[in-house]
């Protein structure tokens, strides 16, 4: 089946510390591959995304890795500001269209501390 | 930004009652969707709708309904509420197709029945 692992959290770090959140998937086909953000009180929105092996998602200072190889998504980022708290969904694709064919993870909550 | 909007943000109910979750995009997009969220859960697709009078059951069995009378509005009704419908309703509209597809998520209704 199709399906996302996440890192359970909740994550605290201090200002400028390194952020990995792990993210891990299966997939019946060739999947794209997306990491949602959701700050306090807003609604999900795209982070970045990857569609095929190797290619690499960023934005904000965030990036991310399409490892086909060990099926794997990992989010990162080299200096968290508190800006940054949120929850961070990693989630895929598989298909072309359709809504049946999303699958998010649990989510996995961020606090960065002053 | 956004422009997706839910209402209530935060819903506590007794058990048997009639409850409506509101939904509007001015977006103007055709496909739209309700996703249920369960603490620590991942996000699961209950309904989606491809356009006006379209409506469909997603993966996540749910004895909630949706209509679509309206391009903009995608309105998510409870009959009769119960304990078990406690959980977090997210709303989502998309724009695209394929792996261009963009969703754009409303800030959620926390739903709480006694």
């Known amino acids: 089946g199709n399906s996302v692992t996440q890192m359970e959290g909740p994550v605290t770090l201090s200002e400028e510390a390194f952020l990995t959140i792990n993210c891990t998937y299966t997939?019946?086909?060739?999947?794209?591959l997306f990491w949602y953000v959701q700050y306090p009180g807003e609604g999900l929105q795209l982070l970045l995304k990857a569609t095929k092996a190797d290619d690499k998602g960023s934005n904000k200072g965030f990036e991310a890795t399409y490892r086909k190889e060990t099926t794997s998504f990992h989010l990162e980022k080299g200096s968290v500001q508190v800006s940054d708290s949120a929850v961070y969904f990693c989630a895929l694709r598989v298909g072309g269209t359709g809504a049946n064919n999303l699958f998010f993870g649990t989510g996995t909550r961020l606090t960065v501390i002053p | 930004e956004a422009d997706i909007y839910q209402t209530p943000r935060y819903l506590v109910i007794g058990t048997g009652k009639k409850i409506t979750l509101e939904c509007s995009q001015t977006?103007?997009?055709?496909?739209m969707y309700w996703y249920q969220q369960d603490p620590g859960m991942e996000l699961h697709l209950i309904h989606y709708?491809?356009?006006?009078?379209s409506t469909e059951k997603g993966d996540l069995s749910s004895e909630s309904t949706v209509s679509r009378i309206r391009t903009e509005h995608f309105p998510l009704t409870l009959e009769s509420a119960r304990p078990s419908h406690t959980s977090q309703y997210l709303c989502?509209?998309?724009?695209?197709w394929g792996i261009g597809e963009k969703l754009f998520f409303g800030s959620g209704t926390q739903l709480s029945v006694l």
């Open positions: 709708s491809y356009g006006v009078n």
């Open positions: 977006m103007g997009h055709d496909k």
């Open positions: 997939a019946t086909g060739y999947p794209s």
């Open positions: 989502a509209s998309s724009e695209g």
